[in-house]
């Protein structure tokens, strides 16, 4: 069997990704003896947080075997995260349960839904259901998200655990090491409070990443009708590494981030008609139609049936 190339263009991205976020890590308090603690703080906030965004779109690529031909190689390339809240390989079984397209957005065999079955109104009491109605808001979303994602997959994953679920508890002892890694690094090394971490890179980092995933799905009776396109800006297109162009990703789950953009442009019409035109103008207008209004409601419309 011929092996797959190596894809310089990603073994680029990840060296410019850690570049930037060691660089960043590294300077913090030179920067802040130096230019003061708000100019070291915006470092953080802005740069630091968009390479822990960058990286999980690295982790995305690798998840579809990406960029070498050798699993534990690539695997190798995005630990430890730099994100610290999902185990990368919990993430990779997951999301490629995700890419069984005939039940996306099912709110039982999609683990990517944000959508809550009809059948389980009882146990969604007022507050949460303003809460889950806010976070299906754009600005709810950047906000809310990142809490409200992580109670819900942690609570799933320690059921996980307590079951013994193959593969769960290794996951997690590899994402724990490489975690403590990270925490030395930027503890230790680099003399960056952790809640500070927390607050102006974490936080912020899973909010960008929100950024793609608001916009991703939909409910819709047509499998197709489901995946959106986003004209994004190259700015994000750069930093989701093209998974903006989200039906073309899901027709063609193996073919690298830079391919994609080509393949849009050379069947633009086919995927639109396969998507009912599920189709934003950038993210300026994903913002501007649902910065205050739910993009969905909190309950599946089509899906109603038992778990």
């Known amino acids: 069997m011929k092996l797959r190339k190596l894809e310089w263009q990603t073994l680029i991205m990840v060296v410019i990704c850690y570049s930037l976020w060691i660089v960043t890590t590294w300077n913090f308090q030179s920067i802040n003896e130096n230019w003061g603690p708000a100019t070291a703080c915006l470092m953080l906030f802005v740069v630091t947080a968009l390479a822990t965004a960058f990286h999980t779109s690295l982790q995305h690529e690798v998840v579809h075997d990406h960029p070498t031909p050798w699993p534990l190689v690539n695997e190798a390339l ?39 079955a009809e059948c389980e109104q009882e146990k969604v009491g007022p507050i949460k259901l ?17 809490p409200l994602g992580l109670w819900g997959f942690y609570g799933t994953e320690f059921s996980r655990l307590r079951a013994g679920e193959k593969g769960v508890r290794k996951a997690w002892i590899l994402h724990l090491i490489g975690c403590l890694v990270v925490y030395y690094w930027i503890s ?13 890179v974490i936080y912020p980092g899973v909010s960008w990443v929100l950024i793609r995933s608001f916009a991703e799905h939909q ?56 998507n009912g035109g599920y189709r934003f103008k950038g993210y300026g207008s994903v913002i501007q139609q649902f910065a205050f209004r739910k993009k969905q409601p909190v309950f599946h419309p089509t899906m109603h049936r038992e778990p």
């Open 78 to 116: 995005v630990f430890p995260s730099l994100i610290f809240v999902y185990p990368f390989q919990r993430y990779r079984q997951l999301h490629l349960k995700h890419h069984n397209d005939k039940n996306l957005t099912d709110p039982y065999q999609d683990p990517e839904s944000y959508f809550w």
């Open 130 to 146: 303003f809460l889950l109605g806010l976070n299906n808001t754009f600005v709810g979303r950047m906000v809310l998200g990142p």
């Open 188 to 200: 230790y090394i680099c003399h960056i409070p952790f809640w500070l971490y927390t607050l102006l």
């Open 219 to 274: 409910a819709c009776e047509t499998v197709g009708g489901r995946t959106a396109i986003v004209e994004a800006h190259p700015f994000f297109g750069l930093l989701f590494l093209n998974n903006n162009l989200h039906i073309v990703h899901h027709t063609h789950p193996h073919a690298a981030w830079y391919e994609l953009p080509k393949l849009y442009r050379t069947d633009k019409q086919k995927y639109l008609t396969a």
